[in-house]
């Protein structure tokens, strides 16, 4: 891992830095996991006893939908049922992100090839508008 940084400017003009040890073949699980905490603190009405860094936050609006996951195993529930809904939804580029227990474990992404420049983007999006 080097000194070299990566710098990923979107149109707000909000800087994110990735440092190059991330860009290898797991820098976008990494970066979208970092995203995903941030994104569950900021809209969680209180963080520390949800532990929403760890498991996310229900939450949803125009842009995005967050549901931590689900243990009811109920059949009629969207996350627990055959509905399999994911745990995270960025509605303007599609992304879907489903976690087993917490963020970061077990994690599956669609679509497969979205890039830690769309992940950066959605991050800007979210936290700072
Ligand atoms: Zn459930």
């Not at 049922?81 to 745990?87: M, R, T, V």
């Not at 890039?115 to 991050?123: C, I």
Request: proline share 5%; glycine share 10%; charged share 25%.
């Amino acid at each position: 891992m080097g000194n070299r940084k990566e710098i990923n400017e979107n149109r707000m003009g909000t800087i994110i830095i990735i440092p190059q040890g991330m860009m290898g073949s797991y820098a976008r699980e990494s970066l979208l996991e970092t995203a995903l905490r941030q994104i569950a603190i900021k809209y969680s009405n209180d963080p520390d006893i949800e532990w929403a860094e760890k498991y996310g936050t229900k939450y949803e609006d125009g842009r995005f939908m967050m549901h931590p996951y689900c243990w009811c195993g109920k059949d009629e529930c969207k996350w627990c049922g055959d509905a399999q809904h994911p745990n995270f939804f960025y509605k303007p580029i599609g992304i879907k992100v489903w976690w087993y227990k917490y963020i970061g474990r077990g994690m599956d992404i669609e679509p497969d090839n979205i890039t830690n420049g769309q992940v950066a983007e959605m991050l800007n999006d979210l936290l700072n508008n």
